[in-house]
C-alpha cells in the first residue's frame, strides 16, 4: 500500500496533475474495510507534500459527475518499480509524508518498549498465511507433471514455510536467546506448523496480541491493514529484520531501515535454500555440509 501510494505521488508528479487521495482496497482476500484516513494522518500526507503535488481529499462534484457517467479518459496503472526505483523513490515520500494516524503510532511506540525492556528482538516476517498458500502445495492425486508444477509454484512463488525458517535460523547462528517477534496475520496450519520454530527459539510466540491487552487492539481487530501498520512499526526498530518472502512489506521495510542508515536485515535467497533443504530432507546433505553451503550461499545477504 506505502509502495502503491509513493508510486502515484511520483508520477502525479512528474505528469502534473491532482492526486486525489486514494481510495483503499476492499475486496481483497482480508476484506478490511479501512479507509485511508483510519491508517494515515491524511492531513499531514496533504501538507507534507503540497510542495511537490496538489493533492485533494475527494473529486469536486463537477468532476465526480463526469467519472460515474464515464466521461473520462483512464489509464489502467501498470507496475513497473524494482527495489532500485524503492530505494531511490519512495524514500523519499515515506519519511516525512506517510506517517501514520496518532492512534497506530502510540501504539507502536508501546509494542517497541515493551519489546527493548526485555532485551534484544529480532522481527520474523513469517509470510505463511493463507492469502499467501491460497495455490495448495498439496500433491496427492497429482499426475507428474502436476508435481512438478506444484514443487516450481513452491520454489517461485511461496515464503518459506516456519520449520524450513527454523533450520536456516539455526543455521546462522541466530542467539535463540532473543525474542522473536512475529510480524504477520494468522500463520496457516496454526501452532501445528509452529512448533519446529518454537521448539528451536523458545522466546518466539511474541506477537502484538500477547503484548497488549485485548481492549488496546479492540479498535484495530478486523483491519488487518491497520494491524499491518503496527507490524510495520515495529519492525523498523527491531535489532534484526528477517523476511522470509520477499513481498511489497519486506521490501519497503528493508529500504526505510536502510534510510535509518543502522539497521541489520537478513535477506534470505529463498529460490537457492529451498533446495538446499529439499537435499538435506532427502538426507543427500549432511547436517554439516547442509549447514556450510547455507552460510556460503548467504555470504553477503546480510546488510547492516
Known amino acids: 500500500m506505502r509502495a502503491a501510494i509513493c508510486d502515484m505521488v511520483t508520477v502525479a508528479r512528474y505528469l502534473n496533475v491532482t492526486l486525489i487521495v486514494p481510495e483503499l482496497d476492499k475486496t481483497s482476500f482480508w476484506s478490511d474495510p479501512s479507509e485511508f484516513q483510519d491508517i494515515f494522518d491524511v492531513d499531514h500526507f496533504i501538507m507534507s507534500l ?4 496538489r493533492i485533494l481529499k475527494v473529486l469536486p462534484p463537477r468532476l465526480k459527475r463526469r467519472v460515474e457517467l464515464g466521461r473520462v479518459y483512464s489509464m489502467p ?12 523513490q519512495i524514500l ?8 501514520f494516524t496518532s492512534q497506530i503510532e502510540e501504539l507502536g511506540k508501546r509494542v517497541v518498549k515493551l ?8 522481527v520474523l516476517h513469517l509470510r505463511y498465511e493463507m492469502d499467501m498458500l491460497a495455490f495448495s502445495g498439496c500433491t496427492h492425486g497429482c499426475s507428474s507433471e502436476e508435481v512438478k508444477e506444484l514443487t516450481r509454484m513452491r520454489k517461485d512463488g511461496f515464503p518459506l514455510a516456519p520449520e524450513e525458517t527454523a533450520l536456516i535460523l539455526r543455521v546462522l547462528d541466530i542467539d535463540n536467546s ?10 496457516y496450519g496454526g501452532q501445528r506448523r509452529m512448533a519446529s520454530l518454537a521448539a528451536a527459539y523458545p ?4 506477537r502484538k496480541e500477547t503484548l497488549l491487552e485485548p481492549s488496546d487492539l479492540r479498535y484495530f481487530q478486523n483491519h488487518s491493514s491497520q494491524m499491518a501498520a503496527l507490524d510495520y512499526l515495529v519492525s523498523l526498530e527491531s535489532d534484526i529484520f528477517i523476511p522470509t518472502y520477499d513481498g511489497n512489506m519486506a521490501k519497503v521495510v528493508e529500504g526505510h531501515r536502510r534510510f535509518l542508515g543502522f539497521k541489520q536485515i537478513i535477506l534470505l535467497d529463498r529460490r537457492h ?6 537435499q538435506y530432507n532427502r538426507e543427500s546433505l549432511s ?9 556460503e550461499s548467504q555470504q553477503g545477504a546480510t546488510n547492516t
Open 115 to 122: 519489546l527493548k525492556q526485555n532485551g534484544p528482538f529480532i
Open 203 to 206: 522466546k518466539l510466540q511474541v
Open 287 to 295: 547436517w554439516y555440509e547442509f549447514s556450510d553451503v547455507v552460510k
Open 273 to 278: 535454500l529451498v533446495d538446499l533443504i529439499d
Open 50 to 53: 503540497r510542495d511537490e503535488v
Open 77 to 88: 496503472p501498470i507496475s513497473w518499480s524494482d527495489i532500485s526505483y524503492y530505494h531511490n
Open 92 to 99: 523519499l515520500l515515506i519519511k516525512n509524508a506517510l506517517r
Open 178 to 187: 532473543y525474542q522473536i517477534y512475529i510480524a504477520v496475520g494468522e500463520i
